[in-house]
């Protein structure tokens, strides 16, 4: 119990030293922000989206990446099949030992397009 309170007392402190300024707690701006709006015509949800540029100087040192934490629900082999469902394929997902999956790249409109048309064309066959 002594050992978790001087563990809290700690990060009180330091917390306490690093953000009493106001000015500390900025950690970036809104990039882009699209409209407010409302869905009229269904459920009345609200659309409030923005993309939001973080401080590089604030996070580099802890920033990991673009990563998706893989979580505790589902085992290796589980998540494994679930990402290769078809057997006999080549696999090329390797078990991050951190479970810390790391994203690389992105789609491009071009690639997803070319992927629904894939779809289409297999699925018309």
Aim: a positive charge; hydrophobic letters at 35%.
């Amino acid at each position: 119990m002594k050992k978790d309170l001087g563990i809290l007392k700690a990060f009180y402190n330091n917390a306490s030293k690093q953000w009493h300024n106001i000015a500390c707690h900025n950690i970036g701006h809104i990039a882009w922000a699209s409209k407010i709006s409302v869905d009229d015509q269904g459920p009345k949800y609200r659309r409030d989206i923005a993309t939001f540029e973080v401080d590089a100087v604030k996070f580099k040192a802890q920033f990991k990446g673009n990563v998706v934490n893989l979580g505790s629900k589902f085992t290796s082999q589980q998540l494994t099949k679930m990402f290769y469902p078809r057997s006999g394929g080549r696999m090329t997902f390797k078990w991050p030992k951190d479970r810390q999956f790391r994203i690389n790249g992105y789609l491009t409109v071009r690639i997803q397009q070319a992927a629904v048309n894939v779809q289409c064309s297999q699925h018309l066959r």
